[in-house]
């Protein structure tokens, strides 16, 4: 496989822009820690399970500015999760991503739009879950005045199933074989100079998988099934249409001019065919670094 260092070199020279001074590197890393109270998307009380994990995201590459205005990037992704509990979903992802930003005009206020492309492997300790994602956004935004920015976006997410191991002659186990739309909102206020504060709402409507024990409700509202052993030997993951809303909110405070401590929490509500909703609580708190 091409690196993500020769594919940005070679995007590079097709555009043109070997000048240094017209590009720059870039790179973030957050680490830390989140916690979810319902990991396995049950509905069923006896098969909500939670846990805490430690992840971390990494992403660093280039980023060539066509103009004043408009910028194209291309960087290596990497993220990996540690769970404390049900060491069958520790994994780790790697990837790459393109994007490119405009402004729509000079100043900061200016609004500004965003595309961008990504793609990679996913690979997991218990291999049911292996396969490679991808994922198409776009998004646009807008600062008003030195506080408050507002940005909307939508995205395309997928993934595929390495995996099948088929349960049952009536559904297939492609379960981990999903694709989904997103659309969402999001307000940032800067309250202080070290203090930013966020608030957002995304919809998420597509496949998503639930792990639970057998019972009937959850067989006849799935598409596919499969044994799902890293919640326990007598678990089966389904996979369900879905409408999941998403409230976040969260704090950012900054160490410096690179450094950020970020902590947020996150509500899913999940509206799964066959009545078989389900809640998630999410709570973050990440060490962020930007070059």
Request: no cysteine; net charge negative; hydrophobic share 45%.
């Amino acid at each position: 496989m091409r690196t993500a260092g020769g594919v940005l070199a070679v995007s590079v020279l097709l555009l043109g822009l070997g000048d240094p001074a017209g590009a720059a590197w870039i790179a973030d890393v957050e680490t830390g820690v989140v916690y979810e109270d319902n990991l396995s998307f049950a509905s069923k009380d006896r098969d909500i399970k939670g846990a805490a994990a430690f992840a971390t995201t990494a992403a660093g590459g280039f980023a060539a500015y066509l103009t004043d205005r408009h910028v194209v990037s291309l960087t290596g992704d990497l993220v990996g999760d540690l769970y404390e509990r049900y060491s069958g979903l520790d994994h780790v992802a790697l990837g790459v991503t393109a994007a490119f930003r405009s402004k729509l005009g000079l100043g900061a206020e200016a609004p500004w739009v965003r595309v961008a492309a990504s793609g990679g492997r996913l690979q997991y300790r218990e291999d049911v879950r292996d396969g490679w994602y991808y994922r198409v956004t776009a998004g646009v935004g807008k600062r008003f005045g030195a506080r408050w920015a507002l940005r909307a976006d939508y995205a395309f997410d997928g993934r595929t199933a390495d995996h099948e191991r088929a349960v049952t002659a009536r559904l297939p186990a492609d379960v981990f074989d999903q694709q989904a739309h997103t659309v969402s909102v999001r307000a940032d206020f800067q309250a202080t100079a070290i203090l930013a504060v966020f608030a957002g709402y995304a919809a998420r409507f597509g496949d998503v998988a639930s792990s639970t024990r057998r019972n009937p409700e959850i067989f006849a509202a799935s598409d596919a099934v499969v044994a799902d052993p890293a919640f326990g030997s007598d678990v089966f993951a389904y996979r369900l249409e879905a409408t999941t809303h998403i409230l976040a909110a969260g704090l950012s405070f900054a160490l410096g001019a690179r450094w950020s401590l970020n902590v947020g929490y996150e509500h899913q509500i999940g509206l799964a065919e066959g009545g078989l909703d389900y809640h998630n609580n999410v709570a973050r708190g990440t060490l962020l670094f930007s070059y």
